[in-house]
């Protein structure tokens, strides 16, 4: 089974800048989408951008325009571009990806994003 593992994440201001990273143990070729997820305290997890194998992208509406998915399969690695940070923004993020029609029920440890007012 494909292992992921984030990176990148950290204490910013509002208005600055992150890049998630999320390495994958095998090739990401195979995946239908790869996607990044977020889980702020006491809230549910929810999709934040997702990226098909074709690469067409998906972003909810709060991030669409300040976060850019992308991925690079010759490193088995996404990335999440994250500009114009909010508070409402913090969370830990997990990736994840689509093989067979869902996203899989594992997840990562993820990284923490953090963004002071």
């Known amino acids: 089974q494909v292992q992921l593992v984030e990176s990148g994440g950290g204490l910013v201001e509002t208005g600055g800048s992150l890049k998630l990273s999320c390495s994958a143990s095998?090739?990401?070729?195979?995946?239908?989408?790869m996607g990044w997820f977020r889980q702020a305290p006491e809230k549910q997890r929810e999709l934040v951008a997702s990226?098909?194998?074709?690469?067409?992208?998906y972003y909810r509406s709060s991030v669409n325009g300040r976060f850019s998915i992308s991925r690079d399969n010759a490193k088995n690695t996404i990335y999440l571009q994250m500009n114009s940070l909010k508070p409402e923004d913090t969370a830990a993020y997990y990736c994840?990806?689509?093989?067979?029609?869902?996203?899989?029920?594992?997840w990562g440890q993820g990284t923490q994003v953090t963004v002071s007012s």
């Open positions: 990226i098909t194998s074709s690469g067409r992208t």
């Open positions: 994840n990806l689509d093989l067979d029609g869902g996203w899989r029920n594992s």
């Open positions: 095998g090739s990401i070729l195979s995946a239908n989408r």
